[in-house]
């Protein structure tokens, strides 16, 4: 029991430095504004999340968001970004490893990516509406955008946005998944 526990927390330690520094290696997408910065740091979430359940994939979230605050900072001085980015990531992943540890299938994964991208981009549309982009006017001390202009952010970039970048995401973790199968399908019945 004791060895299980070490061996998940060393697992969830390693994957969200990994994702950490996967989210350092962020790019812009093409037509969509520079601080919409896509990122592969889902990756060794969703890993986490597929092997030892939703909880660990949420931490690897966590712990790379409070990495990457605690090292980088933020603009703002209070951590908007950092939560957003936290949960999109949880919103994607949950699906994906619900789906996955039910069906133990590719098709299983597939449906639970393609529900969690669904998931993540009208929540964070939603979210973005209600509470993070006047968050980013409370703490820039920036002009407070109408609700026209952050209906038009949102439609325009926001949710393209969170929908490219679960489609990137999930065909990259799909090929992954394609060639580590094997060992996720023993790590997983070992956890």
């Known amino acids: 029991m004791q060895q299980g526990k070490a061996r998940k927390m060393v697992a969830v330690s390693m994957l969200s430095s990994i994702a950490y520094l996967l989210m350092m290696l962020d790019f812009p997408f093409p037509g969509l504004p520079a601080f919409l910065k896509i990122d592969f740091s889902d990756v060794p979430a969703l890993l986490a999340a597929i ?58 994964l597939s449906i639970g990516l393609v529900a969690g991208t669904v998931l993540m981009t009208f929540m964070m549309s939603f979210l973005n509406y209600v509470i993070i982009l006047p968050a980013y006017t409370w703490f820039l001390n920036a002009p407070q955008m109408t609700s026209g202009a952050m209906i038009e952010m949102i439609t325009a970039a926001i949710a393209p946005f969170n929908l490219i970048k679960g489609i990137i995401v999930a065909v990259l973790f799909l090929v992954l998944f394609t060639r580590l199968k094997p060992w996720i399908i023993r790590q997983s019945q070992q956890a």
């Open 51 to 108: 092997i030892f359940g939703p909880l660990a994939g949420i931490a690897v979230e966590g712990i790379k968001n409070l990495l990457h605050y605690g090292i980088q900072g933020s603009m703002t001085g209070v951590p908007v970004g950092e939560i957003a980015n936290f949960i999109a990531g949880s919103l994607f992943i949950i699906p994906a490893s619900y789906f996955f540890r039910k069906y133990k299938t590719i098709k299983g």
